[in-house]
């Protein structure tokens, strides 16, 4: 069993507070979609569900099985189960992919043991052939001169090597076309077992045309403002958010509102608070 339960999060970068109360909690073999227009502090949330140092939560609590997930490090947090796939993954020269995955599935067996190299290649190479990507990828260095698409699909790749409990899918869909989307789409689903939960950041319904959701949630000023199912995305692909926006009572969507005054605008855009970290 893993349930994410996460209550009245609240969480800043340097002086600018980005979660202003999220309520979401992910049952065992659910998969909930966050929506929401750039700037609301989706991204964000993901960064701090998986612990990035730049982030400081000031309030609120996150679980998983009711063990306090905020007083484990990144990687005590991925070892229990909980999995990224990052919007703009980095790239490390010098580190190839196997090398890479294999010391992570190690990383999460109790000392002494090693993941089987014959075990590893077979399951390694099935996922690449699912995956369609390139021959070669295992001698490739991680990320590097890989395309956008390439990106995405070696973040799912790893997601299949790793079996997380909970997979937090941060814009999977940004920079695929639609054969790409397709193959990503069919890989999460195989996934989609009962037991493992996603939660899936996105911006678009197609995502959610490969990939069953059983509950939606669009975030808006660092909050949940309204839940529902997959009726929920079409309301949203046909009407766009201002309808959502008048039913909750907002003017403006984003996390930092934006000043039409100043001769520099400052608007928090969809990864997790790029300019405020930037500085």
Known sequence: MATLEIKNLHAKVDDQEILKGVNLTIEEGQTHAIMGPNGTGKSTLASVIMGHPRYDVTEGTITLDGVNVLDMSTDERARAGLFLAMQAPQEVPGVTNSDFIKTAMNARLDEGENVS????????????????????????????????GEKKRNEILQMRMLEPAIAILDEIDSGLDIDALKTVGQNVTEMQDGKRSFMMITHYQRLLDYIKADYVHVMMQGRIVKSGTVDLVRSIDEN????????????????????????????????????????
């Open 240 to 279: 766009g958010y201002d309808w959502i926006k008048e039913e909750v009572g907002i003017q403006d969507e984003r996390v930092v509102p934006q000043n039409d005054d100043a001769d520099e605008q400052t608007v928090l855009g969809s990864c997790a608070t790029r300019e405020a970290m930037e500085k």
């Open 117 to 148: 190299l014959f075990k590893f290649i077979k399951k390694f190479d099935q996922a690449v052939e699912k995956l369609k990507m390139r021959e070669d990828l295992p001698h490739r260095f991680l990320n590097d001169g890989f395309s956008g």
